[in-house]
């Protein structure tokens, strides 16, 4: 800021000079025209048609009070009133005291009595325009440019010196944050994205504005409030986000809200607001504009997930990460044959027992361990299929799961090469099940990512199909090789008409893409009649075998060639 102050230092700004007493002018215009260049008027209509036609280039009015026409308060008055000409400082040139205290009131920097003293004027007319500047450089960076909410940094500053000032206020840490963003803009357009930021903005500006706290946009879609303790969360908030759907035309969009009340005070601003974070984390996925609230369970959740991440290091040298494989078979044949296997990964921990991967798969995401333990997974899941091709003559593909945060390692492939090199394989004998989501998040970069590893032989497949949000329209354009349903809908097919339809549909669908379906999750005859019936392809679930350590998978395989013979 003072770098860009002092490129300013020396150059000659515009200075609006009104008094009505010609005199006074001059001599004002004398001194401080060696510095500047001067506008003149001689009352205060005079003065408002110069600052609307030359608004824009002016940096400082010197304002004499009491003038024919119209008088020097009625000019601040109207500039304050302005929001483009409130940023011009303004000094008043003034005889009696009294009019200081008005007219500082009223909007005015600084005063200078008369009679003149030139190096006094110059040097308060100077100061006046650097501090405008300064301001208006901090103005320019302490606000987001898309919503006029703080910018994060700035918004932790002050957050700061309301705690200083402030101490022993009870304050609550809020975050807020759009569902599904992404594909907001995908589905309606960057524009009412844009506009959807700007309404949820003017929500929070509003709300906070009523209570005096602070607000600011401090990432893409992630909103932060700091303000005084309140219980009213739900029905004052929560209401006006929630209608922000309707305010852009009967758009589907919710919100959902994170708190941590009461904010202890001893832990760090970021802190609470990853607190506060942490409990907007418990909505993701919803579709209903929500809040939650950081509470001692999910206090408790965050320390035994902190333990964890902490462990991970030693547990996957110390063998605490097994590999279990489950049988995917192929059913339009005569009988099931075994077609491939997914390696899923088991976390057998000394103090906790088996961790369930969908306690420790997500946590592990969100930091990036997921890929030393994808490699880890990878590595064994294809010594495993070079140790049963040695030891049946049998090749056996393995499918393994590639999490969304591999997908942006940019040496994932040649990663993925080297495992199989040193296990004397080829790409076709590892198949990559990728999550649909991942494809929903960041489909473009995938499609890109995911058509290389194509290209290098490998086969893809899209996991957890129907979960995630992938219009008709994108599936067209996204690059994959099968498509795995999602096992939510498998459950109910044998009860509900309705599920039953559903996955025929889907099925229909991956008859027009071309690709065959795994349906996953499937726990009974009668489903897997279903299915068959339906024209499923391959069935992956407990119907036919858990997911099985190795030397049970032995077994499986044994069996499997006796009764190809
Ligand atoms: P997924 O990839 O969709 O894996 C299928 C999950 O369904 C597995 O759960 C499997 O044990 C379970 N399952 C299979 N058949 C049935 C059935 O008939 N009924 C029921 N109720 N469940 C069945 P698991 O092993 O707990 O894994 C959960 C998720 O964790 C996986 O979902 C996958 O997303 C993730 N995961 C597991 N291992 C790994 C890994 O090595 N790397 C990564 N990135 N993710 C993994
Ligand atoms: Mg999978
Ligand atoms: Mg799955």
Redesign the pocket.
């Known amino acids: 800021m003072q770098e860009v102050y002092r490129r300013g230092q020396g150059m000659r700004r515009n200075v609006l000079l009104v008094d009505d007493d010609q005199v006074s002018r001059q001599i004002m215009a004398n001194i401080i025209g060696r510095d500047h260049d001067v506008f003149h008027a001689s009352n205060g209509q005079e003065a408002l048609d110069v600052l609307r036609d030359h608004g824009q280039r002016l940096s400082l009015v010197l304002l004499d009070l009491l003038m024919p026409v119209m008088g020097g308060y009625e000019v601040l008055r109207t500039l304050q009133a302005d929001p483009l000409l409130r940023r011009i400082p303004v000094i008043v040139l003034t005889s009696e005291n009294v009019a200081e205290v008005e007219s500082l009131q009223l909007g005015a920097v600084d005063f200078i009595p008369k009679p003149y003293v030139p190096e006094v004027v110059a040097a308060r007319v100077n100061r006046a325009i650097e501090l405008a500047e300064d301001r208006q450089i901090i103005r320019e960076t302490e606000r987001d440019a898309l919503t006029g909410l703080y910018t994060h940094d700035f918004f932790l500053q002050y957050a700061r010196l309301r705690d200083r000032y402030e101490s022993g206020q009870s304050m609550d840490a809020v975050v807020i944050n759009i569902n599904r963003f992404h594909l907001i803009n995908e589905l309606y357009g960057r524009s009412l994205g844009d506009r959807l930021l700007r309404s949820v903005a003017d929500v929070i500006g509003r709300f906070q504005g009523e209570k005096e706290g602070l607000a600011c946009r401090s990432g893409s879609d992630n909103f932060c409030l700091y303000l005084h303790h309140r219980e009213d969360y739900e029905s004052s908030l929560l209401p006006a986000l929630a209608s922000l759907g309707e305010r852009l035309g009967s758009k589907k969009i919710t919100v959902r809200v994170g708190i941590y009340p009461q904010v202890d005070s001893s832990v760090s601003l970021e802190q609470r607001f990853d607190r506060a974070g942490a409990a907007c984390g418990r909505l993701r996925g919803r579709y209903a504009t929500e809040c939650a609230y950081y509470d001692n369970a999910l206090h408790e959740k965050e320390l035994h997930d902190g333990r964890l991440l902490s462990e991970m290091d030693s547990a996957l040298s110390s063998g605490q990460f097994r590999?279990v494989f489950?049988p995917k078979y192929h059913i339009q044949g005569a009988r099931p044959v075994l077609s491939s296997a997914?390696?899923?990964?088991r976390w057998f921990h000394p103090v906790h027992g088996a961790i369930?991967?969908?306690e420790f798969?997500p946590l592990f995401?969100d930091n990036g361990l997921?890929s030393r333990?994808?490699h880890f997974?990878w590595t064994q899941a294809a010594a495993q299929i070079r140790s049963w091709r040695d030891r049946f003559g049998f090749s056996l593909p393995v499918s393994?799961?590639?999490?969304r945060v591999d997908l942006f390692h940019p040496d994932l492939e040649s990663r993925l090469q080297e495992v199989l090199r040193l296990n004397g394989l080829s790409p076709s004998d590892l198949l990559l099940?990728i999550?649909e989501s991942a494809y929903t998040n960041q489909r473009f970069n995938l499609v890109e990512t995911v058509g290389r590893l194509r290209e290098a032989g490998f086969r893809v497949e899209m996991?957890?199909f129907g979960s995630g949000y992938s219009s008709l329209n994108m599936l067209t354009s996204l690059p994959m090789d099968a498509l795995?349903l999602d096992?939510g809908f498998i459950h109910n097919i044998a009860s509900s008409e309705k599920d039953l339809h559903i996955v025929k549909l889907m099925l229909e669908i991956a008859r027009f893409l071309s690709v065959p379906v795994i349906a996953?999750?499937?726990?009974t005859e009668q489903q897997y009649a279903l299915l068959k019936d339906a024209g499923c392809d391959i069935i992956?679930?407990?119907?036919f075998s858990?997911?099985l350590p190795p030397e049970e998978f032995d077994r499986l395989i044994e069996r499997e060639l006796a009764a190809r013979r």
């Open positions: 590999v489950q997914e390696a899923l990964v369930s991967p969908s798969i995401e997921i333990l994808d997974v393994v799961n590639v999490s099940e999550t996991d957890d795995k096992m996953e999750g499937v726990e992956q679930g407990f119907y858990r997911p």
